[in-house]
């Protein structure tokens, strides 16, 4: 981007916003008492980088009275969902921690062992286990273990360049989120996901004269609405509807767009391949798809058309349990409306075979010629990026040691595509020592036990049982920090911190905002400036060149050190539009050699993949049954009857986080399993009532829903379920492993290049308890309710 | 004197709590009390396979109507940050034509009622 780009984003004002507002007001600004800052926030509390716009309003003592959301954001326009509505109460949180804690290691799962330090005492013993770690063991016993959504968890600096170690680890059995889709993207087209265009970038948003309203979009195992996935403002779904978007839907379980779609299509969990191939076939046969794009663009459309005619709409009908009709259905009418667009969602990781589903949902976009249409499917540039991902790579750790790289050997297309560890094998590792101990720690902005990793007691006993020494970076106390924690590091929220935030990771970027302090809370540094403090304490030399923890932030999210611009030149603006181009394949806009086409070895989409072909993947795709569902273990119906998927969002929470503030977890106080009323009335189970649900890998408590959003063969589970308000000690550990559906998902079920899991489509069973475990809200109120 | 509601358009209404929580917020309303509550009905599906599913939010006899904001010229604070952007203010007279304009909405005219 320019610095003349670094503009505010014109606004369009919603119909319902009053003539009294605050249209075209600078970045801080006086109202009343109230000192005004505008800021897009971008953790923490966790959220995808949506920035949705906010004011926050500060009194003269400083202190953060009022919350509310800023007309003046191009997309977001003042509306807000209920965890930034509810950001004083997370800030003045009475659970949040403001001071430096140590514990010696022998008492571990002591709640109350905790004893506050000061940060050159948290740091002095950090330095102290850290060289005398990397001395005995080798820095690449080192794991940074990351979550999702946070800044921290994107940081490859924290690993990198302040602990020098190739094991970087999204704690997720297959890094079955997101990235799989970013992978496959990149592998078949030469950029990484194509996100749906919703007139984001452009400034008279959907009525701008470049935009071309979307007929007909399909939501594939996505429910925006709740997730804001990956940066997307779901709620722009409802703007496009009422604007006359038509949708498809495709997921095992209704939601509200479902019961607005036009056609929905209820499939068995984890078949969506077969569905994708089906719709493929239909398309090529019938004529649908675009010839022009085809002939120029595509390659290897021929060997696609004959794989995909090995899975006709027929067959696909009974595997995935739906009426034929309504395959046929969907694929004409995705074919036939012009601009169409797929949104393909987290589901489509969370499968064994979800790499080949990627492929198909590729390959659909491309042959309608719907990539980097206007209103179809926008693709990421040549220009994409920030170069955040390789960060301090180069630099520390030197070629030897990124070999050491858990999973280097077994599964390169991971570990070199994404630079982390393959988090099942770090599992292993940490386990049986094999291929070396793993014996430091740290979390970056990730609370496994209660939500990233699957069967997390297994990853209890093995991280308690390895780490020598590990460090807990966080706002609130959790269950993985208590259970293995020596040294807890407290960060700033979002209102009191500075820093930037683009959409969607990066890639298909539609606004560039910008977080700016509005509160101080005792000098708590963000993730950001934690790591320059913390790395410059044990690598001086490597964080030299930069005078503060300000610049770092240029270097890595500006990119100041390439031509980018400095924060204080760019940011006032709060949010800016980021520039975009239609039909960037024919302007020589997708290759960094700046020839036309795609940045494939053929300059193709590759229908027909080189890519998976060289890393031994079928270059096709194919459809594989679940591993574990009643089809591939039908001796297991008995046992098991029931299908089980898990993890879809709601409003109140991000994953794990928010839980101890009381406004939104009112809006849902237990973990929900939805049962369909039929399987619940043969099961004996009211709506209400506590049951157990249970697989081969595990078993949690859980209150039924009683609901048709879940057809009869199949349950959902809630995920990312502790209990703030419980006991933190061990055993209890806030009852992390109660009502943790995590525990009946495996983990080492990935497929081929070590990507995806099941956590969508595996096999239970479910039985009334006796026992209620209702969450007593004036309990939270009382703990909680009270700011300090 | 003139009457004042809340238009709400419940085909687009997403049920995503929004308003519940802003309510609260401006409130300062404890757990257990609410200034409004989006009702739910659905999914339940009809005889052509389709699914119904409305929320429907309804204000409470706690609902003022965010006088004190309104009174400045600013809108409700769940008009504000209703993430469907499916609410209006506005006097009774108004919001009724467009209820003409357009199916599938909802007028409530709150008002605290003390019995
Ligand atoms: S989606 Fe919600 S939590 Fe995320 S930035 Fe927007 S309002 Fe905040
Ligand atoms: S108008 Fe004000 S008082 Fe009434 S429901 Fe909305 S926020 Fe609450
Ligand atoms: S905020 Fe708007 S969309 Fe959300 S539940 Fe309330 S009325 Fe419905």
Redesign the interface.
């Known amino acids: 981007m320019e610095l003349s780009d670094y503009k505010p984003a014109p606004v369009v004002k919603l119909d319902s916003l009053s003539d009294v507002n605050d249209i075209g007001k600078p970045w801080r600004y006086e109202d009343g008492d109230y000192t005004v800052t505008r800021t897009c926030p971008w953790s923490p509390p966790g959220c995808h980088p949506v920035g949705c716009g906010l004011k926050l309003y500060v009194n003269e003592d400083g202190r953060l009275e009022h919350v509310e959301g800023d007309e003046n954001h191009p997309v977001t326009q003042g509306r807000l969902c209920p965890r930034c509505i509810t950001l004083k109460d997370y800030v003045y949180s009475p659970a949040r921690i403001l001071t430096p804690m140590k514990r010696d290691r022998s008492e571990r799962g002591n709640a109350d062992a905790w004893e506050e330090c000061s940060w050159d005492e948290a740091f002095a013993i950090i330095k102290e286990n850290y060289e005398r770690i990397v001395a005995e063991y080798g820095p690449e016993t080192i794991i940074g273990m990351s979550g999702t959504g946070r800044e921290g968890g994107t940081m490859s600096l924290y690993p990198t360049m302040v602990f020098g170690t190739p094991n970087y680890c999204y704690m997720q059995s297959g890094y079955a989120c997101y990235t799989p889709r970013l992978a496959a993207a990149a592998y078949i087209t030469g950029s990484t996901y194509s996100e749906w265009d919703y007139a984001g970038a452009l400034p008279d948003r959907w009525d701008d004269e470049r935009y071309t309203l979307t007929e007909v979009l399909v939501m594939w195992g996505k429910a925006p609405l709740e997730s804001n996935p990956d940066g997307f403002f779901g709620h722009a779904v409802v703007d496009a509807m009422r604007r006359g978007t038509r949708l498809i839907q495709i997921d095992p379980r209704v939601n509200w767009l479902s019961a607005r779609a036009d056609i929905f299509i209820q499939l068995r969990a984890g078949t969506d391949t077969a569905l994708a191939m089906a719709m493929l076939d239909i398309i090529i046969k019938e004529d649908l798809y675009d010839h022009e794009f085809v002939e120029y663009w595509c390659y290897g459309f021929e060997q696609l058309a004959e794989r995909v005619a090995t899975m006709p709409a027929e067959k696909a009908a009974e595997i995935c349990q739906v009426p034929v009709e309504k395959i046929y259905a969907a694929a004409r009418m995705y074919a036939k409306a012009k601009p169409a667009a797929i949104m393909w969602g987290l589901a489509v990781d969370q499968k064994t075979d979800g790499m080949q589903n990627s492929q198909c949902i590729i390959a659909l976009q491309a042959i309608t010629g719907n990539f980097d249409r206007p209103g179809g499917q926008l693709v990421p540039g040549a220009d994409a990026g920030h170069n955040e991902l390789g960060f301090g790579y180069k630099e520390c750790i030197p070629d030897e040691l990124f070999q050491k790289m858990i999973g280097m050997d077994q599964y390169p297309a991971y570990c070199n595509m994404i630079l982390n560890s393959q988090c099942d094998l770090m599992l292993e590792a940490l386990e049986t020592e094999k291929p070396y101990p793993i014996r430091m720690g740290f979390y970056m902005a990730s609370n496994p036990l209660s939500n990233t990793s699957m069967e997390p007691k297994r990853w209890h006993d093995a991280l308690c049982k390895s780490l020598e020494f590990c460090i807990g970076i966080d706002l609130f106390m959790n269950a993985s920090i208590q259970a293995t924690c020596d040294i807890f590091l407290p960060i700033a929220t979002t209102a009191e911190r500075e820093g930037t935030v683009f959409t969607h990771y990066a890639p298909c970027t539609v606004t560039a905002g910008f977080m700016h302090k509005a509160v101080d809370c005792g000098g708590l540094p963000s993730d950001m400036e934690l790591a320059y403090r913390l790395g410059k304490y044990l690598h001086p030399e490597r964080f030299s060149k930069w005078a503060n923890e300000h610049e770092l932030v240029e270097a890595f999210r500006l990119g100041v050190e390439n031509g980018g611009k400095t924060f204080d030149e760019v940011s006032k603006c709060v949010v800016a539009q980021v520039p975009i181009e239609y039909y960037k394949y024919e302007k020589g806009l997708l290759r960094q050699d700046g020839q036309v086409g795609f940045a494939t070895p053929t300059g193709r989409v590759e229908l027909w993949s080189t890519a998976y072909n060289q890393f031994g993947e079928d270059p096709l795709p194919y459809y594989i049954e679940p591993e574990f569902s009643p089809v591939s273990k039908p001796e297991l119906v008995d046992e098991y009857p029931l299908i089980l998927t898990t993890g879809a969002r709601v409003t109140a929470f991000f994953h794990s986080e928010n839980r101890q503030i009381p406004y939104t977890r009112e809006l849902n106080p237990d973990p929900l399993l939805e049962i369909n009323p039929k399987t619940a009335q043969e099961k004996g189970i009211a709506d209400g009532q506590w049951v157990r649900v249970w697989n081969m890998f595990g078993e949690a408590l859980m209150k039924a829903k009683v609901t048709d959003a879940v057809d009869e063969k199949t349950v959902h589970g809630q995920h990312g379920w502790w209990f703030p308000e419980q006991d933190g000690s061990e055993p209890n550990l806030y009852g992390t492993f109660r009502s943790q559906i995590n525990n009946l998902c495996p983990n080492g079920h990935m497929g081929k290049l070590g990507f995806g899991a099941p956590n969508k489509c595996l096999i239970c069973n479910v039985e009334p308890v006796s026992e209620s475990y209702d969450t007593d809200m004036n309990l939270i109120w009382e703990k909680f309710g009270k700011l300090v | 004197m003139t009457a004042y509601g809340l238009l709400i358009d419940y085909e687009?209404c997403?049920?995503?709590?929004?308003c519940?929580?802003?309510c609260?917020?401006i409130h300062n309303i404890?757990?257990?009390q609410w200034g409004i509550r989006v009702l739910d009905d659905?999914?339940?599906?009809c005889s052509d396979g389709?699914?119904?599913?409305n929320?429907i939010p309804t204000p409470t006899r706690l609902c003022d109507l965010c006088v004190e904001r309104t009174d400045?010229?600013?809108?409700p604070?769940c008009?504000?940050?209703?993430?469907?952007?499916v609410?209006?203010?506005g006097t009774v007279e108004d919001l009724a034509k467009e209820l003409e304009e357009k199916p599938n909405q909802v007028l409530f005219v709150p008002k605290p009622y003390q019995y």
């Open positions: 687009f997403t049920g995503c709590q929004s519940e929580v802003a609260k917020e404890p757990v257990g659905g999914p339940w599906e389709k699914f119904n599913w929320k400045k010229g600013q809108q604070f008009v504000h940050h209703c993430l469907a952007g609410m209006q203010w």
